[in-house]
């Protein structure tokens, strides 16, 4: 086999348009995800079963199912009901809501991890309901959760390459798109490879940093 | 919802009328009756596991009743008026009631996310709507009684378990309470450390006209402060006397026998 590091060097160019489409799509799709999952864990946990039982089995239905039959589904099915986006922005949602349901999980592990003192005491002090979220409850979770959520969206990234299935051209496809002109695969899929590589490993030091400003700090 | 069966009266701070709680087919309060009157530092005693707790926490309305009525002040807390009858009381009128109560707990409950200074300023500024520096000179002079105006700006986890418990009696008391609930605040204190929090609560019960109830387990603190001391078990007040009676001469069988293990237990 003829391995030519040229061909990776002209893929380069190709790869960067694709990695941009990837960053909207994640940094897009990584937003939603960490709303969303904060919906769906606050109404997870309502008194109302009305809403916290539907929104139990969205969440582990999406999270049941693949990320691919989810992208297709939105794809054929928005247009259907009258709403036409882009196929990078059908991507970017079908990430999100995916993601949502990891960081929903998260986030209530995070919230039941406060002891239940900090809210009986808030409670002692006669703070608000919104209070005790907003200056007790919330202050404590997250620097629980940011680990988590820092690890997802690195995940997130990687799952990018999905959206090929629903013409949403990003590195592996701008890699693939050059193989069938050249009919020479290996150096662009390398190329894009070592573009995952390298971006993946630059928000894992990122993440890391993250956490070390509002992770988790130990007294 | 049940009937209120005495009209409020402002002579009792502390009113439980027919109180029954439950939890499952878990009868904890049977029809529990007592009262406690303005100024007065009530101890309650009797074996763990029997509910000293609960009634408690029924005061500070972390826990609903399931039958019979609290009054405190002469408003009942667990029920509140509308149009001519008596419904459960939502949060709105919980919120107005629970500002004349305050309660320290047995596992401190300080906020980890503040420091010292800010676990009292927060609910007199969040709550009460005082400003920050108003809050904090209260703050200071709560501190500074306790023995702490050293640890303004320290962390609470930093300090010693005796130290976390005097904290939270200044938060509480910062928020100028009409009646104190004491949670066996020195049962998870090394031994050491129970003295000083507990000369504390003794200067305020002294200093202050703040109406006490305490589940307490250190039985000479009791006589000397209690006003009153109920023993309570199976869901009802056995025995109430003033502390020289009831621990030299009790009236009561299972009072005598829990005396004696409690006494025994704490050599
Ligand atoms: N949230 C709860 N759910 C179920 N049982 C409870 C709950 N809280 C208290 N209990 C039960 O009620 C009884 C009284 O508890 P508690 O008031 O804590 O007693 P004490 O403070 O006297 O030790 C115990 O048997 C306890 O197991
Ligand atoms: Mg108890």
Request: hydrophobic residues 45%; neutral net charge.
């Amino acid at each position: 086999m003829n391995f030519e590091w040229s061909g990776v060097w002209d893929a380069m160019p190709t790869m960067l348009d694709g990695l941009l489409v990837a960053l909207t799509a994640t940094g897009i799709g990584y937003v939603i995800a960490l709303v969303l999952g904060l919906v769906f864990a606050f109404m997870r946990r309502s008194e109302s079963r009305w809403i916290s039982m539907p929104v139990g089995f969205l969440v582990e239905f999406i999270r049941s199912t693949p990320l691919l039959v989810q992208l297709f589904f939105f794809f054929y099915v928005l247009p259907l009901i009258g709403i036409s986006v882009s196929p990078l922005a059908t991507g970017a949602f079908a990430l999100g809501l995916h993601y949502a349901t990891y960081t929903s999980e998260v986030y209530r592990a995070g919230i039941d991890g406060v002891p239940q003192g900090q809210w009986e005491a808030s409670t002692a002090l006669n703070l608000s309901t919104r209070r005790t979220w907003t200056n007790v409850i919330l202050p404590q979770a997250i620097p629980r959760v940011v680990p988590a959520l820092g690890n997802y969206v690195i995940a997130m990234f990687k799952d990018t390459p999905q959206l090929l299935a629903i013409t949403v051209v990003e590195m592996l496809g701008g890699a693939i798109a050059i193989g069938s002109e050249t009919f020479r695969y290996s150096e662009p899929i390398a190329a894009a490879g070592l573009v995952y590589l390298v971006v993946a490993l630059l928000m894992a030091w990122v993440a890391r940093m993250v956490e070390r400003r509002y992770g988790q700090v130990r007294v | 919802m049940s009937e209120p069966y005495s009209s409020p009266s402002a002579d009792v701070m502390i009113q439980f009328d027919r109180v029954v709680k439950k939890f499952g087919d878990h009868v904890v309060l049977r029809e529990l009756n007592f009262s406690v009157k303005p100024g007065e530092f009530v101890t309650l005693i009797g074996p763990s596991g029997s509910g000293k707790t609960t009634i408690l926490r029924l005061l500070m309305t972390l826990e609903q009743v399931d039958g019979g009525t609290i009054q405190v002040c002469g408003d009942y807390l667990s029920h509140m008026q509308r149009g001519g009858r008596f419904v459960p009381a939502d949060e709105r009128y919980l919120r107005a009631r629970r500002k004349r109560i305050g309660m320290v707990f047995q596992q401190f409950n300080l906020f980890p996310n503040m420091n010292v200074l800010q676990n009292v300023t927060e609910a007199p500024v969040r709550s009460l709507g005082l400003s920050k520096a108003d809050a904090a000179e209260r703050a200071r002079d709560l501190l500074d009684m306790v023995g702490l105006s050293d640890k303004v700006q320290a962390h609470p986890m930093r300090l010693s378990g005796g130290q976390q418990q005097r904290v939270a009696i200044a938060r509480a008391l910062a928020m100028r309470p009409q009646v104190l609930l004491l949670d066996e605040v020195t049962s998870a204190l090394d031994p050491e450390l129970v003295a000083g929090v507990l000369s504390v609560l003794k200067e305020i019960a002294r200093t202050t006209d703040i109406t006490f109830l305490c589940v307490t387990h250190e039985m000479q603190f009791a006589r000397d402060v209690s006003d009153r001391v109920m023993m309570f078990d199976k869901g009802q007040v056995i025995e109430d006397a003033p502390p020289e009676q009831l621990f030299t001469q009790p009236a009561h069988e299972r009072t005598r026998s829990f005396l004696h293990a409690v006494i025994d237990r704490s050599g």
